[in-house]
């Protein structure tokens, strides 16, 4: 007479099928995740180029000139001494000059090849001058 085993658990072949299963999925999941979080960083960055485009435009307006490319961008959170008409707040409403979402400075350039009187640039996700996808320069004459 032969006697049915009964089966209380799992094999190790089936605990190994759902490890690679739920390993594979999390891979997805970190994939979309991660493309998602660049994503944002760009559109955040472009959000802060378009504030600081702004702020440069109203500082050449109270002040009669644009920031200057030796001092920068600076200018808009500390008042130069050459000039008058500075709104006494600032442009920005902060103590500090705000960077990418990389971390990195803006950089301002006046009379750029663009024939715009002035620039604020983002190097992207790399912090190098040129690349593509999330590494591709941002510029502030492009949120306009």
């Known amino acids: 007479m032969k006697q049915k085993r009964k089966s209380n658990g799992f094999t190790l072949v089936e605990l ?16 979309n995740f991660m ?6 960083k760009q559109i955040t960055t ?4 378009k504030t600081l485009h702004n702020a440069v435009n109203m500082f050449k ?3 009669g000139r644009y920031p200057s490319e030796d001092v ?3 200018e808009l959170i500390e008042q130069p001494t050459d000039v008058e008409g500075w709104n006494m707040e600032g442009y920005l409403g902060t103590t500090s000059l ?4 990389w971390k990195s400075e803006f950089m301002f350039m006046l009379n750029p ?12 996700a790399d912090g190098k001058e040129g690349g593509e996808g999330y590494d591709m320069d941002l510029y502030s004459t492009d949120t306009e």
């Open 113 to 124: 090849e663009s024939g715009k009187p002035f620039v604020i640039i983002s190097y992207g």
């Open 46 to 49: 472009k959000a802060d180029l």
């Open 35 to 40: 493309g998602q979080t660049d994503k944002a």
């Open 98 to 101: 705000p960077k990418d979402a």
């Open 61 to 63: 307006l109270d002040t």
């Open 16 to 31: 190994m099928a759902v490890l690679l299963i739920i390993a594979l999925l999390a891979g997805l999941a970190a994939t």
């Open 72 to 74: 920068g961008l600076i």
